[in-house]
């Protein structure tokens, strides 16, 4: 029989057809795209004409599209519905993935065709996709020895066994550790809802007649904002931070050990220091210097702004008894202070933001606004699992743009966090319209109930469809420039910059009605949550930067200098940075840091206060020129948006802002000037 993973979907958009194939077509498949994929590479390398784009660059654009489409829908699977089936083909492929991309880019014949190509006669695309080629092929070892380049092989194979291993453990632990109480007496201060959903949740667990609240991936659990039990608090919280740490089959740590000295090594064997000077190569960021530059220059104001409210939480705590104020009380308390001094509960604000009219009231409707783009859902079309829907997305003229889904709702089979995905990535030169996915975790109510969403949740919302917009607004030529294949500390900043319209005034007057009653947010109430918007900014900003610190303490290690105690390791990491744990747990820690050990972040967490500079230039850029208009949307989609990787990030932020970006407006934003 054929498989259908090999040839291109006859769904619209070529949207995979997922009821075509099961888990058994998965690893053939992948052999199938491998092979063909070198027999391509074997034709460019054979070619007995001089080497030129057509016959090389835009041939290796156009290989290995099998392969390609495979892997997408794959490793899609892998984050968002990973079932056993699926973790144990990802524990056999990923090895076999990395030696066969490995093998590409160390094959001296295709390194030499490459370096061999004119640049005479190219445009700006083509001539940028030739050098970005180059440079790959470099950073993957091309220019190494013969024992370089298998002792680069090795690493690269068991970092690809390790980041999976990390990802697997991370996903049962924290399953594992979701939090089961036996009383809803226990529960006290969450809505109905949410004591319903925590019930079910419970019953689907096989836990009956009881609760269970599940864990998200960051170290702050939503429940710890409401929960008035001081002891359920504390064990949620600690539930969290000890994911990946516990003495058992799910401990990450050694894990993340050894993934840190392997990529200190390979580092080292291309020339660089670190492999933080390694993987700030090919970002925007001039040096690791400068980053660490920029995050020197935030630490103090921002630990100084979280002591400042840890002694207001102190006080709102005393009036309760407590005089030792906790990590698992910082949540609680700052939303009590948030309410006694602004006037703002935001936890009283979800039925204002349920699902249905957050998407298409709010998230669609600022998006029609701006780009005059329209959405359709598509019920005619499946994805991957019940929960995911789709939608047909046109733009003004109503011409064809690409396909979007929605993955709302959390499951055991899904990784924590929110993000987005490419299904089919835009390219003129194969023809390609894009396909994105949106997934976040948000709690499934139960059945015949709303969606209602706390408010950290609408502007997750607004975020990941900024991602989804670069994807979808995306046209360039060539593959590889494609929608957000742009460096990782630029990545974040179009998707940043989305989550300005939540708030303002036309879209929320739109989406935020009572799903019972219609009736529009409070009088005065968007005022006042912009008033209390640097309130708990101190906390934020600091929880981040431990963070980030902490990723690049793993990541300046040198080579042979392994961790051997990685708990102490962090511990003094974070010390040594000027952040006090004990007053301000970091984000993630070392256990559960998925960005950094299975995600693609290594030495890269960095990136959103990097692309958070651009963000907040351009929203004062926005505010300046009228806000949610057309011209502003045109000009931020076609000068920015569209062009990916096909021309350099910060032109084309030049480009849209007149001006190289300026920090003043992050530093005003976060309480830091």
Do not use: C
């Amino acid at each position: 029989m054929s498989n259908a993973l090999l040839s291109a979907s006859t769904l619209p958009y070529e949207l995979p057809d997922f009821a075509a194939f099961s888990d058994d077509d998965y690893l053939p498949a992948f052999e199938a795209g491998m092979q063909e994929h070198l027999d391509e590479i074997r034709t460019i390398t054979a070619n007995p004409e001089p080497a030129g784009f057509p016959n090389t660059i835009s041939a290796l654009e156009r290989s290995g599209q099998a392969l390609a489409r495979v892997s997408t829908v794959f490793f899609n699977l892998v984050t968002s519905h990973a079932t056993d089936a699926v973790q144990a083909i990802e524990a056999q492929i990923g090895p076999k993935l990395s030696a066969h991309q490995d093998g590409i880019f160390q094959d001296q014949l295709l390194f030499e065709r490459i370096s061999a190509v004119p640049e005479t006669g190219l445009d700006e695309e083509a001539r940028r996709l030739l050098a970005e080629y180059r440079r790959r092929f470099l950073l993957a070892g091309a220019g190494l020895d013969d024992a370089g380049k298998a002792r680069m092989r090795e690493l690269n194979t068991r970092l690809s066994e390790l980041g999976t291993a990390f990802s697997q453990k991370l996903l049962a632990d924290t399953n594992d550790s979701a939090l089961v109480v036996d009383e809803e007496a226990e529960l006290a201060g969450l809505s109905p809802d949410d004591i319903a959903a925590a019930a079910a949740a419970a019953r689907d667990a096989g836990a009956e007649s009881k609760y269970l609240l599940s864990l998200v991936l960051p170290t702050p659990q939503p429940a710890l904002t409401r929960l008035t039990n001081r002891k359920t608090r504390q064990r949620l919280f600690e539930a969290s931070v000890d994911r990946g740490f516990r003495e058992n089959s799910h401990n990450t740590l050694g894990t993340a050990a050894e993934m840190a000295a392997l990529r200190a090594e390979r580092a080292a064997l291309l020339g660089y220091g670190s492999h933080a000077e390694y993987a700030v190569e090919d970002q925007t960021a001039p040096s690791i210097g400068a980053v660490r530059e920029m995050l020197a220059r935030l630490v103090p104001a921002a630990v100084r702004n979280a002591e400042v409210e840890a002694g207001k939480l102190r006080d709102a705590a005393a009036k309760d008894g407590i005089k030792d104020l906790q990590p698992w009380d910082w949540a609680y308390y700052s939303e009590q202070v948030r309410r006694e001094e602004y006037a703002v509960d935001l936890e009283a604000l979800r039925p204002w933001f349920e699902l249905e009219r957050v998407l298409n009231d709010g998230v669609f409707y600022a998006a029609n606004r701006l780009y005059g783009i329209s959405f359709t859902e598509r019920p005619d079309l499946a994805g991957y699992h019940p929960d995911v829907r789709v939608w047909e997305v046109k733009n003004e003229d109503g011409s064809a743009l690409g396909l979007f889904l929605g993955d709302y709702f959390s499951r055991g089979t899904k990784s924590g966090g929110a993000w987005m995905n490419e299904l089919v990535s835009q390219s003129r030169l194969l023809g390609k319209a894009p396909v994105v996915v949106n997934n976040l975790n948000i709690s499934k109510p139960a059945a015949g109930e709303p969606a209602l969403l706390t408010f950290d949740e609408v502007v997750t919302a607004f975020h990941e469809f900024g991602h989804a917009l670069h994807g979808l607004f995306s046209d360039v030529e060539f593959p590889l420039f494609s929608g957000t294949a742009v460096p990782r500390d630029f990545v974040e900043y179009p998707s940043q910059v989305n989550e300005m319209w939540m708030l303002w005034p036309e879209v929320a007057d739109n989406f935020a009605r009572h799903h019972e009653t219609g009736e529009p947010l409070p009088d005065g109430i968007l005022d006042r949550i912009r008033a209390a918007t640097l309130w708990g900014e101190g906390f934020r900003t600091a929880e981040y930067l431990g963070a980030t610190l902490l990723d690049l303490a793993w990541h300046e290690l040198p080579p042979g200098e392994p961790v051997e105690d990685p708990a102490a390791f962090e511990e003094q990491a974070l010390q040594r940075a000027g952040i006090d744990p004990a007053l301000v747990p970091p984000r993630y820690r070392t256990g559960y840091f998925k960005h950094i050990f299975a995600g693609g972040y290594s030495a890269g967490y960095y990136s959103y206060i990097w692309s958070e500079v651009l963000d907040a230039d351009t929203v004062e850029w926005f505010t300046e020129n009228g806000g949610l208009t057309r011209s502003n949307g045109e000009a931020f989609r076609y000068l920015l948006l569209s062009r990916g990787f096909a021309a350099d990030p910060l032109t084309s932020f030049r480009n849209l802002r007149g001006r190289d970006a300026e920090i003043a407006p992050l530093l005003a934003r976060r309480g830091l000037a």
